[in-house]
């Protein structure tokens, strides 16, 4: 697999020397290359481009779209235990 790399995951792996060794394991640098380039985007994240992208719906009427818009507001804020934060 490591042959087959090109890139920017080639340029990942050049820099981590224990992944290149013979001693790395499939799953190893399997994982290690999950963790570089995987989106780690929070949920707040998500459920705020939903918000702005909404619409509402043909069936549905004002009251019901602005109950939608209300529990999808209250997921975008980040809960956090440090109110500093």
Wanted: proline share 0%; hydrophobic share 30%; charged share 35%.
């Amino acid at each position: 697999m490591k042959v087959k790399l090109q890139g920017l995951a080639l340029e990942f792996l050049s820099g981590q020397e224990e992944l290149v060794g013979d001693g790395c394991t499939y799953e190893n640098l399997k994982q290690a290359l999950m963790d570089s380039f995987s989106d780690k985007l929070l949920d707040h994240y998500h459920y705020n481009t939903r918000l702005q992208d909404a619409g509402q719906g043909r069936d549905e009427n004002a009251e019901e779209f602005g109950d939608w818009c209300r529990k999808l507001c209250q997921r975008t804020i980040r809960k956090v235990q440090d109110e500093e934060v």
